[in-house]
């Protein structure tokens, strides 16, 4: 439950939230995501019942412009089918029935800030409190699949179909993409780049299932910090 007195303040971060923002979430999620992409109310409802520790909200004068969500897994670096899993296998398809309370990896679920609060730290900050979090678990790792929204916009102004190339090229121009860096250095892609602001490290690409993901060519990555 969000404290009222919290709410007042200025840009306050809120951790647990509750069952009575729902309403708010869902607002916060139709003004992040295409249609397509909305986790409808009972997802978040389930991840506030199953972890409430990692239901996280970011408000700006009063109102509820971010929100993150999270669980716990059991993450083994040596255990490579770990590398292969989708968001679906490893959310329980956003409903997190896959969490394990005494997972040794916090696993980011979700990060959204909605459209017109974007760009002023929100979205790192949710982060923040994520990795605050996990610390305060004892987790030994914080880890998440980042999508890469531009790599399609990226084939299609060098004027190359996706559906044209084999797999194996796919996968070379999906690595490609991920490693290219703009001129000063940091990553092309604006959601690696901003996790990594964020102190992820990427540690892999995953399997072209990673999510039914068009934006994407259904790639992630997988990024890890610990902690
Ligand atoms: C990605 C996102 C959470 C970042 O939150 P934010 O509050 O805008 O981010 P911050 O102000 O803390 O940091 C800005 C950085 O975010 C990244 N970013 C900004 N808009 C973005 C977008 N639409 N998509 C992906 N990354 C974006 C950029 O790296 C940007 O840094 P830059 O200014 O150097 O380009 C937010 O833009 C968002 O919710 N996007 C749509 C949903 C999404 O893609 N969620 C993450 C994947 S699950």
């Known amino acids: 439950m969000v404290h009222p007195e919290d709410k007042k303040m200025v840009n306050s971060l809120i ?14 999620e139709k003004n992040t995501w295409p249609a397509d992409w909305q986790a ?4 978040f409802k389930a991840r506030i019942a199953k972890f409430p520790q990692g239901a996280i909200g970011v ?6 412009v971010g929100v993150s969500t999270s669980m716990r897994i059991n993450f083994d670096p040596n255990t490579t089918s770990d590398y292969h899993k989708t968001w679906d296998q490893i959310t329980g ?18 990060v959204g800030v909605q459209k017109e609060s974007q760009g002023n730290g929100y979205g790192q900050r949710l982060v ?16 998440l699949g980042a999508r890469l929204p531009k790599f399609r916009e990226s084939l299609s102004r060098q004027d190359i179909n996706p559906d044209s190339l084999s797999a194996t090229e796919l996968i070379q121009k ?20 901003f996790y990594e602001k964020c102190g992820l490290k990427v540690l892999k ?7 039914p993901d ?9 990024m890890l910090a610990e902690i």
């Open 15 to 28: 951790n647990h939230l509750a069952d009575s923002d729902l309403e708010e979430i869902v607002r916060v």
């Open 40 to 43: 409808p109310i009972e997802k």
């Open 59 to 64: 408000f700006e004068n009063g109102n509820l």
């Open 93 to 110: 398809d956003g409903f997190i029935a896959t969490h394990e309370p005494d997972g040794n990896t916090l696993y980011v679920v979700s």
């Open 128 to 143: 923040a409190k994520q990795f605050e979090l996990a610390k305060n678990l004892g987790c030994e790792c914080l880890m």
């Open 174 to 193: 999906a690595q490609g993409y991920l490693d290219s860096k703009r001129n000063d250095g940091l990553r092309q892609e604006p959601e690696i780049r």
């Open 205 to 211: 690409l995953t399997d072209p299932n990673f999510g």
């Open 214 to 222: 068009p934006e994407s060519c259904n790639f992630g990555v997988i």
